[in-house]
Protein backbone atom coordinates (compact mmCIF):
# COMPACT_ATOMS: atom_id res chain seq x y z
CA UNK A 1 0.00 0.00 0.00
CA UNK A 2 1.35 3.69 -0.74
CA UNK A 3 0.66 6.70 1.12
CA UNK A 4 0.48 9.87 -0.52
CA UNK A 5 3.21 12.04 0.33
CA UNK A 6 2.74 15.83 1.35
CA UNK A 7 4.23 18.67 -0.52
CA UNK A 8 7.27 20.33 1.55
CA UNK A 9 10.28 22.44 0.96
CA UNK A 10 13.29 20.08 2.62
CA UNK A 11 16.48 22.18 3.76
CA UNK A 12 19.50 21.50 5.12
CA UNK A 13 20.82 22.54 8.42
CA UNK A 14 23.91 22.36 10.27
CA UNK A 15 23.78 23.11 13.89
CA UNK A 16 26.52 24.46 15.82
CA UNK A 17 27.02 22.35 19.06
CA UNK A 18 27.79 24.25 22.09
CA UNK A 19 29.53 21.41 23.79
CA UNK A 20 31.21 20.34 21.15
CA UNK A 21 32.28 23.24 18.47
CA UNK A 22 34.34 21.00 16.50
CA UNK A 23 31.20 18.23 16.01
CA UNK A 24 28.15 20.42 14.03
CA UNK A 25 24.86 18.46 14.25
CA UNK A 26 23.08 18.19 10.07
CA UNK A 27 19.72 17.49 9.71
CA UNK A 28 16.56 18.06 7.70
CA UNK A 29 14.07 20.49 7.82
CA UNK A 30 10.84 19.91 6.23
CA UNK A 31 8.16 22.74 5.94
CA UNK A 32 4.64 22.67 4.96
CA UNK A 33 4.32 25.97 4.00
CA UNK A 34 7.43 27.24 4.26
CA UNK A 35 6.61 31.15 3.48
CA UNK A 36 4.11 31.25 6.56
CA UNK A 37 6.32 32.21 10.02
CA UNK A 38 7.69 29.61 12.27
CA UNK A 39 7.53 31.23 15.18
CA UNK A 40 5.15 29.20 17.40
CA UNK A 41 4.53 26.59 14.96
CA UNK A 42 4.43 22.92 16.03
CA UNK A 43 7.30 20.56 14.69
CA UNK A 44 8.53 17.25 14.68
CA UNK A 45 11.27 15.20 15.77
CA UNK A 46 13.01 12.03 13.70
CA UNK A 47 15.53 10.35 15.96
CA UNK A 48 17.20 7.28 14.57
CA UNK A 49 18.99 4.28 16.60
CA UNK A 50 22.31 3.06 16.69
CA UNK A 51 24.33 2.92 13.62
CA UNK A 52 21.80 4.67 12.18
CA UNK A 53 21.35 7.87 10.00
CA UNK A 54 18.44 10.72 9.74
CA UNK A 55 17.01 9.02 6.24
CA UNK A 56 16.85 5.32 7.58
CA UNK A 57 14.33 3.05 7.59
CA UNK A 58 10.99 5.11 7.56
CA UNK A 59 11.98 7.96 9.08
CA UNK A 60 12.28 9.86 5.91
CA UNK A 61 9.23 8.39 4.76
CA UNK A 62 7.65 9.76 7.63
CA UNK A 63 8.85 13.13 7.35
CA UNK A 64 7.38 13.69 3.85
CA UNK A 65 4.11 11.98 5.07
CA UNK A 66 3.30 13.93 7.94
CA UNK A 67 0.82 16.76 8.33
CA UNK A 68 3.67 19.04 9.93
CA UNK A 69 7.34 20.73 9.67
CA UNK A 70 9.49 17.97 10.91
CA UNK A 71 13.25 17.93 11.51
CA UNK A 72 15.27 14.66 11.62
CA UNK A 73 19.34 14.76 12.17
CA UNK A 74 22.40 12.76 12.41
CA UNK A 75 23.36 12.33 15.94
CA UNK A 76 27.32 12.82 16.69
CA UNK A 77 29.50 10.38 14.64
CA UNK A 78 26.98 9.38 12.48
CA UNK A 79 27.07 9.72 8.82
CA UNK A 80 26.73 13.32 8.01
CA UNK A 81 27.84 14.61 11.82
CA UNK A 82 31.29 14.47 12.47
CA UNK A 83 32.22 13.81 16.01
CA UNK A 84 33.10 10.62 18.36
CA UNK A 85 30.64 7.66 18.71
CA UNK A 86 30.67 5.86 21.51
CA UNK A 87 28.17 2.69 22.01
CA UNK A 88 27.79 4.20 25.59
CA UNK A 89 27.55 8.17 24.94
CA UNK A 90 23.81 8.26 25.18
CA UNK A 91 24.62 11.50 27.56
CA UNK A 92 26.05 12.90 24.50
CA UNK A 93 22.84 11.77 22.31
CA UNK A 94 20.98 14.02 24.85
CA UNK A 95 23.50 16.88 24.78
CA UNK A 96 22.62 16.66 20.57
CA UNK A 97 19.21 16.43 20.90
CA UNK A 98 19.06 19.62 23.58
CA UNK A 99 21.57 21.63 20.90
CA UNK A 100 18.98 20.82 17.93
CA UNK A 101 15.83 21.75 20.28
CA UNK A 102 17.58 25.02 21.27
CA UNK A 103 18.27 25.74 17.37
CA UNK A 104 14.42 25.34 16.27
CA UNK A 105 12.72 26.76 19.51
CA UNK A 106 15.55 30.02 20.28
CA UNK A 107 16.55 30.34 17.05
CA UNK A 108 13.71 29.32 14.51
CA UNK A 109 10.73 30.02 17.01
CA UNK A 110 9.45 26.55 16.63
CA UNK A 111 7.39 24.44 19.40
CA UNK A 112 8.38 20.74 19.96
CA UNK A 113 5.03 18.93 19.80
CA UNK A 114 6.07 15.32 18.87
CA UNK A 115 9.10 13.02 18.80
CA UNK A 116 9.29 9.61 17.10
CA UNK A 117 12.52 7.62 17.54
CA UNK A 118 13.72 4.35 16.63
CA UNK A 119 15.58 1.62 19.05
CA UNK A 120 18.37 4.05 20.86
CA UNK A 121 16.92 7.30 19.60
CA UNK A 122 13.94 6.36 21.82
CA UNK A 123 16.03 5.90 24.95
CA UNK A 124 17.27 9.47 24.16
CA UNK A 125 14.05 10.55 23.99
CA UNK A 126 12.77 9.09 26.74
CA UNK A 127 15.56 10.51 28.56
CA UNK A 128 15.08 14.18 27.10
CA UNK A 129 11.20 13.85 28.09
CA UNK A 130 11.61 13.21 31.26
CA UNK A 131 14.76 16.27 32.60
CA UNK A 132 13.82 18.93 29.64
CA UNK A 133 11.52 21.69 30.73
CA UNK A 134 10.63 21.56 26.65
CA UNK A 135 9.20 18.59 26.93
CA UNK A 136 6.62 19.64 28.84
CA UNK A 137 4.38 21.34 26.13
CA UNK A 138 4.86 17.51 23.89
CA UNK A 139 1.71 16.44 22.70
CA UNK A 140 3.05 13.27 21.15
CA UNK A 141 5.78 10.59 21.25
CA UNK A 142 6.42 7.33 19.68
CA UNK A 143 8.77 4.54 20.29
CA UNK A 144 9.39 2.16 18.05
CA UNK A 145 11.37 -0.89 18.99
CA UNK A 146 13.02 1.21 22.08
CA UNK A 147 15.10 -0.58 24.69
CA UNK A 148 14.05 -0.74 28.56
CA UNK A 149 16.32 -3.28 30.58
CA UNK A 150 19.34 -1.98 29.27
CA UNK A 151 21.76 -4.50 30.52
CA UNK A 152 20.36 -7.35 27.87
CA UNK A 153 22.53 -5.33 25.44
CA UNK A 154 25.07 -8.17 26.28
CA UNK A 155 22.58 -10.87 24.45
CA UNK A 156 23.55 -9.12 21.08
CA UNK A 157 27.16 -9.41 21.45
CA UNK A 158 27.34 -13.05 22.50
CA UNK A 159 29.65 -13.68 18.52
CA UNK A 160 32.55 -10.90 20.08
CA UNK A 161 32.02 -12.11 23.91
CA UNK A 162 35.24 -13.96 24.01
CA UNK A 163 37.03 -11.09 22.40
CA UNK A 164 35.64 -8.51 24.81
CA UNK A 165 37.18 -10.56 27.67
CA UNK A 166 40.27 -11.35 25.94
CA UNK A 167 40.87 -7.60 24.56
CA UNK A 168 38.60 -5.85 26.13
CA UNK A 169 36.99 -4.02 22.88
CA UNK A 170 36.20 -5.44 19.58
CA UNK A 171 34.85 -3.96 16.03
CA UNK A 172 31.82 -3.15 15.22
CA UNK A 173 30.94 -3.24 11.39
CA UNK A 174 27.79 -2.15 9.36
CA UNK A 175 27.01 -0.31 6.53
CA UNK A 176 25.47 3.42 7.15
CA UNK A 177 23.85 4.88 4.15
CA UNK A 178 25.23 3.10 1.57
CA UNK A 179 29.10 3.57 3.39
CA UNK A 180 31.18 1.43 4.98
CA UNK A 181 30.92 1.65 9.22
CA UNK A 182 33.04 0.58 11.79
CA UNK A 183 33.98 1.53 14.87
CA UNK A 184 36.05 -0.01 18.35
CA UNK A 185 33.72 -0.59 21.15
CA UNK A 186 34.99 -1.28 24.46
CA UNK A 187 34.23 -2.76 27.59
CA UNK A 188 34.12 0.29 29.42
CA UNK A 189 31.22 1.39 26.35
CA UNK A 190 28.99 -1.30 27.46
CA UNK A 191 29.19 -1.09 30.87
CA UNK A 192 28.10 2.73 30.63
CA UNK A 193 25.61 1.72 28.05
CA UNK A 194 24.13 -1.12 30.37
CA UNK A 195 23.84 1.21 33.53
CA UNK A 196 21.63 3.88 31.70
CA UNK A 197 18.90 4.69 33.34
CA UNK A 198 15.19 3.95 31.91
CA UNK A 199 13.57 3.85 34.97
CA UNK A 200 12.96 7.61 34.91
CA UNK A 201 9.45 7.01 32.84
CA UNK A 202 7.57 5.40 35.46
CA UNK A 203 7.65 9.22 37.85
CA UNK A 204 8.71 11.72 35.93
CA UNK A 205 7.40 11.31 32.28
CA UNK A 206 5.11 14.76 31.37
CA UNK A 207 1.56 13.68 32.74
CA UNK A 208 0.16 14.93 29.53
CA UNK A 209 1.89 13.58 26.68
CA UNK A 210 0.35 10.65 24.66
CA UNK A 211 2.27 7.57 23.68
CA UNK A 212 2.28 4.89 21.01
CA UNK A 213 4.57 1.99 21.19
CA UNK A 214 5.72 -0.59 18.64
CA UNK A 215 7.25 -3.42 18.78
CA UNK A 216 7.89 -6.53 16.60
CA UNK A 217 7.31 -9.78 18.49
CA UNK A 218 10.48 -11.04 15.61
CA UNK A 219 12.43 -8.51 17.29
CA UNK A 220 15.63 -10.54 18.19
CA UNK A 221 17.56 -7.07 19.17
CA UNK A 222 15.32 -5.76 21.98
CA UNK A 223 13.11 -8.09 23.40
CA UNK A 224 9.73 -7.11 22.56
CA UNK A 225 8.77 -7.77 26.18
CA UNK A 226 10.13 -4.42 26.93
CA UNK A 227 7.52 -2.49 25.02
CA UNK A 228 4.53 -4.16 27.49
CA UNK A 229 7.13 -2.34 30.38
CA UNK A 230 6.92 0.86 28.94
CA UNK A 231 3.17 0.40 28.19
CA UNK A 232 2.93 -0.34 32.24
CA UNK A 233 5.18 2.45 32.78
CA UNK A 234 3.17 5.18 31.63
CA UNK A 235 -0.38 3.52 30.81
CA UNK A 236 -1.52 4.36 34.08
CA UNK A 237 -1.07 8.32 33.70
CA UNK A 238 -3.64 10.96 33.23
CA UNK A 239 -4.69 12.66 30.86
CA UNK A 240 -1.59 11.10 28.74
CA UNK A 241 -2.36 7.66 27.41
CA UNK A 242 -0.54 5.00 26.08
CA UNK A 243 -1.24 2.48 23.18
CA UNK A 244 0.54 -0.66 22.75
CA UNK A 245 0.81 -1.98 18.97
CA UNK A 246 2.64 -5.37 18.62
CA UNK A 247 3.40 -6.46 15.05
CA UNK A 248 3.72 -10.33 14.96
CA UNK A 249 5.89 -10.30 11.24
CA UNK A 250 7.88 -7.73 12.23
CA UNK A 251 11.49 -7.56 13.39
CA UNK A 252 13.44 -5.03 15.07
CA UNK A 253 13.64 -2.79 12.03
CA UNK A 254 10.52 -3.70 10.81
CA UNK A 255 12.05 -4.63 7.58
CA UNK A 256 9.27 -4.54 4.48
CA UNK A 257 6.82 -2.74 6.65
CA UNK A 258 8.06 0.62 6.78
CA UNK A 259 4.69 2.20 5.23
CA UNK A 260 3.32 -0.11 8.04
CA UNK A 261 4.59 2.03 10.72
CA UNK A 262 4.17 5.14 8.60
CA UNK A 263 0.69 5.02 8.25
CA UNK A 264 0.19 3.90 12.04
CA UNK A 265 1.67 6.66 13.53
CA UNK A 266 -0.29 8.49 10.95
CA UNK A 267 -3.28 7.22 12.10
CA UNK A 268 -2.54 7.53 15.52
CA UNK A 269 -1.64 11.14 14.99
CA UNK A 270 -5.18 11.61 13.33
CA UNK A 271 -6.32 10.25 16.81
CA UNK A 272 -4.29 12.44 18.82
CA UNK A 273 -5.18 15.61 17.01
CA UNK A 274 -8.96 14.73 17.47
CA UNK A 275 -8.52 13.82 20.96
CA UNK A 276 -9.66 10.05 20.28
CA UNK A 277 -7.06 8.36 22.44
CA UNK A 278 -7.80 5.97 24.75
CA UNK A 279 -5.29 4.00 26.84
CA UNK A 280 -5.03 0.00 25.53
CA UNK A 281 -3.93 -2.45 23.11
CA UNK A 282 -3.50 -0.36 19.44
CA UNK A 283 -6.27 -1.62 17.37
CA UNK A 284 -3.96 -1.74 13.87
CA UNK A 285 -2.39 -4.66 15.39
CA UNK A 286 -5.59 -6.69 15.13
CA UNK A 287 -5.03 -7.02 11.31
CA UNK A 288 -2.25 -9.39 11.66
CA UNK A 289 -4.15 -11.89 13.58
CA UNK A 290 -5.78 -14.62 11.09
CA UNK A 291 -9.85 -14.44 11.17
CA UNK A 292 -11.18 -16.48 13.66
CA UNK A 293 -12.54 -20.02 12.12
CA UNK A 294 -15.97 -22.06 13.42
CA UNK A 295 -16.02 -22.96 17.18
CA UNK A 296 -15.26 -26.71 17.57
CA UNK A 297 -16.74 -26.89 20.65
Known amino acids: MSYPTTTKKTTKHRIAHPKDPQSPLTGVLEQLSPDVPKKGRRIALLLHGTIGHKDYLFLKRLALRLPMDSFRFDFRGNFESPGPWRMGAFDNDVEDLEAVVAYLTSQLGY ?11 VVTAFRWMCTAKEAAGVRGFVNVSGRYRMPLI ?144
Open 111 to 121: VIDLLVGHSRG
Open 154 to 297: YRTITDVQDELDTKGWFIREATVARQPFAQKVTKADMEEFARFDTSLVWDRFPQRADVLSMHGLQDQTVPPYDAYIYARALGARSPGTHNLCLVEEADHNFTGLQDDVVATVLEWLRMLDNDMLKTGVWKTGVRYMPKPGPSKL
